[in-house]
């Protein structure tokens, strides 16, 4: 495949490639040109171009395209979808969810578009009145990560787009293809060339170009916290806005008087969905002791039932681990947990089928007794180990999740309304769910407190952050001139 730059597909000035591997099988699904920072230079130029066309177009034409979009996108789900699963790994149902999402997205902002109101609001001192309008940023640089790489590149061209803004996206280097796929569609649905353009190639390389680039007014980054204090860093020489949507190490809080068979389905979704790979699985279960036993129990019993294999099998649950390096990093955690005394629920591992040796698969793990030092209670554990710890009562709850740099999402699993709401007060996340495993809605604004990033995606909040505030400060004619110069 290629990279898609003024509405064409394009090849690296160098000419040079890499090969991006399907994580179930370690075989070449196909490969895409390693693009440099002269190829972004051309893209964030197509960008810039095509800016001055995008934004002056009504909002209303702003929405249809989107809605076209929207359109295509679902009109080609089975093949997008499929892409996905042999790129990130992936179970097939979880692709076609996550490209459909990328169209409710779109659709929306297409709806959002055009709706808003502004204010003309006068002066206290009643010499005039002024404006607030809004004004779309330019050209945004869109760095995305290897685990959504479709609905997080909506979560960015759905609002960016309605506001007028055009994109230049690097995607993660091991799953730029269905994002080009879906580049690829956008001419179709009226989206002028160099609106959006992808750029594949190494982040220190593509992404760096992005952040030294005066075009570039805004980074809209997904990834690790890590890279995002480089983000941050890079970003600060032209004064880039800026959304930071970063990792997350998420506690679900079960109460004594939760709905347990509810918090059970909602543990396993939570964690072991896209094989615990997103940003707000359930890193961290905390079970009050009165009903810790019989919930363990019923969780043992429903995680064993998980099958683990190719996403592109029907009968799949979950996919491999997206990357070997990322393998070792969840069995390095959870042999730190058990070198701290962390005891095995459900053991997990390497799998001994043959048909599954080449792939990087990992089954699902639950460990109870776990030391709150150990790393998977600490840091943020990227795969399908899920460690339990037991405590008495809702402070002690609240607290020990509140200890913790990230502050992503949060859930809290209780009948009662009272419970619900002191919680979600005092979690300290961009988002408490109660009753429901995480699932993000185009409509609710999305992001983190702390070091799990700042600004938001998603709902009325994700299209400001597309905006400049402009204000417009009128002086009414006759109504007296109360500033002069020399001021005394
Ligand atoms: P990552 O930080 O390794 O990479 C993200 C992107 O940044 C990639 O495209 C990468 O090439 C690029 N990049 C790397 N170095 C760069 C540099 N110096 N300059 C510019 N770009 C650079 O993240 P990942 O491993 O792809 O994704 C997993 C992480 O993303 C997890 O921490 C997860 O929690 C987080 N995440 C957060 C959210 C959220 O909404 N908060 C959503 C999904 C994932």
């Not at 979880?94 to 999402?101: D, L, M, Q, Y």
């Not at 995607?171 to 959006?196: H, M, Q």
């Not at 992503?408 to 699993?413: A, E």
Request: charged residues 25%; contains cysteine; aromatic residues 8%.
């Amino acid at each position: 495949m290629k990279m898609f730059i003024l509405g064409e597909s394009a090849d690296a000035e160098s000419a040079a490639t890499f090969d991006v591997a399907n994580p179930a099988t370690g075989d070449t699904v196909d490969s895409v040109p390693r693009g440099g920072r002269e190829d972004a230079r051309r893209a964030i130029d197509a960008a810039e171009d095509a800016f001055k066309v995008w934004s002056e177009k009504p909002s209303i034409e702003r929405s249809r395209v989107l809605l076209k979009i929207a359109e295509h996108v679902r009109a080609n789900v089975e093949d997008l979808a499929r892409t996905l699963t042999q790129e990130q790994g992936k179970p097939l149902g979880e692709s076609r969810s996550e490209v459909n999402s990328f169209a409710n997205t779109c659709e929306y902002y297409a709806g959002l578009i055009g709706r808003e109101r502004g204010a003309q609001t006068p002066f206290s001192t009643g010499e005039g009145f002024f404006i607030v309008t809004k004004r779309p940023l330019g050209v945004v640089g869109a760095i995305l990560p290897w685990n959504f790489p479709v609905s997080l590149m909506g979560w960015k061209l759905g609002p960016g787009l309605a506001a007028g803004n055009t994109f230049v996206v690097k995607p993660a280097s091991t799953t730029p293809l269905t994002d080009i796929k879906v580049a690829n569609l956008l001419g179709k649905a009226g989206l002028p060339p160099g609106a959006v353009n992808i750029v594949t190639g190494p982040g220190g390389v593509v992404g760096e170009e992005l952040l030294d680039n005066p075009k570039v007014a805004k980074i809209a980054f997904t990834g690790e916290t890590a890279t995002g204090k480089r983000i941050m860093e890079g970003s600060a020489k032209s004064i880039k806005r800026l959304t930071l949507e970063l990792g997350g190490s998420d506690p679900m809080i079960v109460c004594d008087d939760a709905d347990l068979e509810l918090a059970v389905e909602g543990a396993a979704w939570g964690r072991f969905r896209n094989c615990g790979q997103s940003c707000t699985s359930v890193k961290r279960l905390f079970l009050f002791e009165t009903i810790a036993d019989g919930f363990v129990k019923n969780l043992v019993e429903k995680v064993k039932t998980i099958k683990v294999g190719n996403g592109l099998d029907g009968s799949t649950h979950m996919g491999p681990v997206h990357t070997n390096e990322q393998r070792e990093k969840v069995e390095s955690m959870v042999e730190d947990a058990e070198g701290r005394g962390a005891k095995d629920l459900v053991k997990g591992g390497r799998p001994e089928q043959k048909e599954l040796a080449n792939g990087n698969f990992y089954t699902p793990t639950i460990l109870g007794d776990v030391d709150y030092e150990a790393q998977i209670a600490r840091e943020e554990c990227f795969g399908p180990a899920l460690p339990i710890f037991i405590v008495k009562d809702l402070e002690e709850a609240i607290e020990r999740a509140n200890d913790t740099p990230y502050g992503l999402g949060s859930s809290v699993w209780t009948k009662n309304i009272e419970r619900a709401y002191h919680a979600a007060e005092r979690m300290q996340a961009g988002t408490t769910w109660v009753n429901s495993p995480p699932i993000a809605r185009a409509e609710v604004p999305f992001g983190g407190f702390k070091q799990s990033g700042f600004g938001r995606e998603l709902g009325i909040e994700g299209l400001d952050h597309y905006y400049e505030t402009k204000s417009i400060q009128v002086l009414e004619y006759g109504k007296g001139k109360k500033w002069a110069f020399p001021i005394n």
